[in-house]
């Protein structure tokens, strides 16, 4: 089958250290990677991307990094902030057999930032 | 430059009925897609939009139906509503189909 899955449901980090979400993939087919943010009540807000062709990507305080060895992806934010505090999904966007976009979501992983 | 507006916010419908949601694409975006997000889960891909044709869906029954017009703005048709059709529907533009998306807030649909 396919997915696109997180390991922790739950991270809780201090403020001011850095915080790292993982993403398992299972479709090597899976050519482009998106991290977005959703804080309550709103839609999800791009944060960083990533194509197949790349391992690693940096950002403003945000790098994603990407193995294609093990299909795993990961958003790495530094110095973490209050207003960090939200839901994080990595999604997956790849072509299927009839040559038409998929776009696959993670189940999210909540960061709770501690002051 | 304004972003993705979607209309209504909320609404309810009573089971078996029909509903229609809509969105206004960021300017310049010639690609929309729609998801579904039940309470607590990540959004599902319903479909995707690109100069007025699908092309790409998910694993949504025919009752789910689509269009979008020449100015890029969608509409999300569900016929013959359930129970678990409730939930936060939203709609994405970008600029081609495999480019960073910017969501909307959201439709959330109650179904009773």
């Known amino acids: 089958g396919e997915s696109v899955g997180l390991h922790l449901p739950t991270l809780s980090v201090q403020e001011g250290d850095n915080s790292i979400i993982n993403c398992a993939y299972s479709?090597?087919?899976?050519?482009?990677f998106i991290w977005y943010k959703q804080e309550s009540g709103k839609g999800p807000q791009f944060i960083i991307d990533?194509?197949?062709?790349?391992d690693k990507r940096q950002g403003q305080r945000v790098t994603v990094l990407l193995n294609k060895t093990v299909k795993h992806l990961s958003l790495q934010i530094a110095a973490t902030q209050p207003g960090d505090s939200a839901v994080y999904f990595c999604a997956e966007n790849r072509r299927d057999s009839g040559g038409y976009q998929k776009v696959t979501f993670g189940t999210g992983t909540k960061l709770q930032v501690i002051p | 430059e304004t972003g993705v507006t979607q209309s209504p916010t909320h609404l309810i419908k009573t089971r078996g009925q029909q509903v229609t949601l809509r969105c206004s694409s960021q300017s310049g975006h010639n690609t929309v897609s729609w998801y579904q997000q039940a309470l607590g889960q990540g959004p599902q891909f319903i479909f995707q939009y690109y100069r007025e044709e699908e092309n790409g869906r998910g694993n949504f029954p025919p009752r789910f139906s689509g269009l979008q017009f020449p100015n890029y703005s969608s509409e999300l048709n569900v016929n013959a509503l359930e129970l678990d059709d409730s939930a936060l529907y939203l709609c994405?533009?970008?600029?081609?189909?495999?480019?960073?998306?910017?969501f909307g807030s959201g439709t959330r649909l109650t179904v009773v």
């Open positions: 990533i194509r197949s062709n790349m």
């Open positions: 994405a533009s970008s600029l081609g189909q495999a480019s960073g998306y910017t």
């Open positions: 479709n090597s087919a899976s050519d482009y």
